[in-house]
């Protein structure tokens, strides 16, 4: 119970923010796509971790009597365009786009340039499209949020689960709510992160996501495979079975 005058418990997060998800598909992402001046560069080998650490982002804050739409002028435009795909073999397997937007500051080193060259970007937004809708991030955003510990190791994770242990992919069913049904044919892992896992429930026409929380968000990888282990131990206390047709 609640005293009077005593603040509202703040609800526990169940989910990623928007800065947190475009952070976690920067820092899993192995290639993307750099378009300067409308001219495109294909990057496919990004083994540094997140590609906004080859970057120095700047705010772009107007100076004396210039207006800020005017920073940009004579300055080459620069967007960078991420691909978040699911590790498992679900429909639709694109589950985000991210792009970033700016102005060049300095020459931009691309995958043939000197390694150790720096590029320096000022920052325009960040945008996230989702199947929930379209989000736009400043750079205090991005700069508040961090990468989710699994990110990293999501794919590894997802696919193991599938390929190795398909059966607790089944027993997990028996969280959702509501309860799925015949309509269902089949349910495969979708995402992994620090607060949950997310299954992709596929039916003959469409297909719909549960999210299932774990207790508690995690804070490093070691702590996933006890948070999973609480998720399966509360699905076998569950007394109703759910079995996919054939």
Not at 160 to 181: S, W
């Amino acid at each position: 119970m609640r005293l009077p005058g005593a603040p509202a418990a703040t609800p526990a997060a169940t989910r990623p923010t928007d800065a947190e998800r475009v952070r976690s598909v920067l820092a899993a992402a192995h290639s993307m796509t750099v378009v300067v001046d409308g001219v495109r560069h294909e990057v496919r080998h990004l083994d540094e971790g997140d590609p906004l650490g080859r970057l120095h982002l700047h705010p772009a804050a107007p100076s004396a009597g210039h207006p800020a739409s005017l920073l940009g002028e004579g300055r080459p435009s620069i967007r960078l365009e991420f691909t978040d795909i699911a590790p498992t073999p679900v429909r639709d397997r694109v589950r985000a786009r991210v792009t970033v937007l700016g102005h060049l500051l300095t020459p931009y080193a691309h995958e043939d340039a000197d390694p150790d060259a720096s590029t320096c970007v000022e920052y325009g937004q960040a945008v996230l499209e989702t199947a929930e809708g379209t989000s736009y991030l400043g750079l205090d955003e991005l700069d508040g949020a961090r990468p989710d510990p699994l990110a990293p190791y999501e794919a590894g994770m997802l696919t193991h689960l599938l390929d190795e242990h398909p059966e607790l992919v089944t027993l997990l069913l028996r969280l959702v709510r509501p309860r799925p049904t015949a309509a269902v044919v089949r349910a495969l892992p979708l995402a992994l992160d620090r607060y949950g896992i997310t299954l992709r429930l596929e039916e003959r026409a469409g297909h719909r996501d549960v999210r299932l929380p774990f207790p508690s968000p995690l804070d490093d990888v070691e702590q996933s495979g006890a948070q999973i282990q609480a998720l399966l131990s509360a699905a076998r206390r569950r007394s109703h079975p759910n079995t996919l047709p054939a």
